[in-house]
């Protein structure tokens, strides 16, 4: 598996923060229903993220905003 460079000023977060970093922009979830997102059952529905070694999961906040900005629906 080839690595690839995180670019600069990229801020990481864990599944947990990830959703505290969501629900404070008005999208919430929860860490288990980023777990659940990421699920292949479901096909991956969840915002973006990368195994960092192992089982460890990461979300860039990149990542998480476009997901939440794909979710928002406009009401007029």
Not at 2 to 21: C, E
Not at 26 to 55: I, M, Q, W
Not at 57 to 69: C, E, F, H, K, Q
């Amino acid at each position: 598996m080839q690595r690839i460079p995180a670019p600069p000023g990229v801020r990481w977060l864990n599944r947990k923060q990830a959703a505290i970093y969501l629900t404070e922009r008005g999208c919430h979830v929860t860490h288990r229903t980023l777990e659940k997102l990421a699920n292949k059952d479901n096909s991956l529905s969840g915002p973006a993220f990368y195994r960092n070694g192992g089982n460890r999961v990461i979300y860039s906040t990149d990542d998480l905003d476009a997901w939440r900005n794909r979710r928002m629906v406009r009401v007029e």
